[in-house]
C-alpha cells in the first residue's frame, strides 16, 4: 500500500530526469516529493512548467528539495541558468506554492489554512475537525520582490485557483486597505 502512493512520485521523478537528480535511481533523488497525494496535480504541472522555461536554455536546473512546511508547498531548487529561464522556472514553483495553499493535502479538493498545533492546508471533509486559520484581510496577497538594475521592483498578487495563475493587485489599493 505504502509502496502504490508513492508510485506517482517515482514516475514524476522518472519522467523528468531534467529536474531531479541524481537521474536513473529514483530512490536515490535528492528532491523526492514529501508531500501528500492532493499536490500531485500541481506538482506535475510545475515540472511540465519547469521543462518548458529550461528548454532552451543552455544551463542546468536542479530540484533540492521538495515538501511541505506550515501548510504549503516548498520547492527548493538552484540552477545554472540564463536570468530569464531562471525567473521562468521561478514563477513555475510561485503557482505551484500558491496553489498548495488553497488546495487540500490529501485528496486535491479546494483547501484552507488550518490550525491547532500544525498548520496543515485541507478541505472541510479531511480537517479532522481542526479549526481553520482566519486570514486577516489583505494577507491573501502575494508580494514579490526583487531587483532589477539595481532598481527595486515591488509586484502584488493574488492567486486566482480557477485560472491557475496570477492576477496583478494594484499596490496602491492595498496599502489603502491595509490603514
Ligand atoms: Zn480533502
Not at 52 to 79: H, M, P
Request: proline content about 4%; charged content about 30%.
Amino acid at each position: 500500500m505504502a509502496r502504490l502512493k508513492r508510485e506517482w512520485r517515482v514516475a514524476l521523478v522518472r519522467a523528468y530526469p531534467d529536474l531531479f537528480h541524481p537521474a536513473g535511481d529514483p530512490a536515490a533523488v535528492q528532491a523526492f516529493p514529501d508531500v501528500g497525494d492532493g499536490w500531485r496535480d500541481l506538482l506535475e504541472r510545475a515540472c511540465a512548467r519547469i521543462r518548458a522555461a529550461i528548454l532552451a536554455d543552455s544551463g542546468t536546473f536542479r530540484a533540492t528539495q521538495i515538501k511541505e512546511k506550515y501548510g504549503t508547498l516548498r520547492f527548493y531548487w538552484d540552477s545554472g541558468l540564463s536570468p530569464m529561464a531562471a525567473s521562468r522556472a521561478e514563477e513555475a514553483i510561485d503557482l505551484a506554492e500558491a496553489r498548495s495553499a488553497c488546495t487540500c493535502e490529501v485528496c486535491g479538493e479546494v483547501g484552507q489554512l488550518y490550525g491547532d498545533g500544525w498548520l496543515t492546508t485541507r478541505c472541510m471533509a479531511h480537517a479532522e475537525k481542526r479549526s481553520p486559520v482566519e486570514v486577516r484581510p489583505g494577507f491573501e496577497i502575494l508580494i514579490k520582490e526583487w531587483s532589477v538594475r539595481d532598481r527595486r521592483v515591488i509586484r502584488c498578487r493574488r492567486y486566482d485557483r480557477e485560472a491557475d495563475r496570477f492576477i496583478e493587485v494594484d499596490p496602491t489599493a492595498f496599502a489603502n486597505e491595509e490603514t
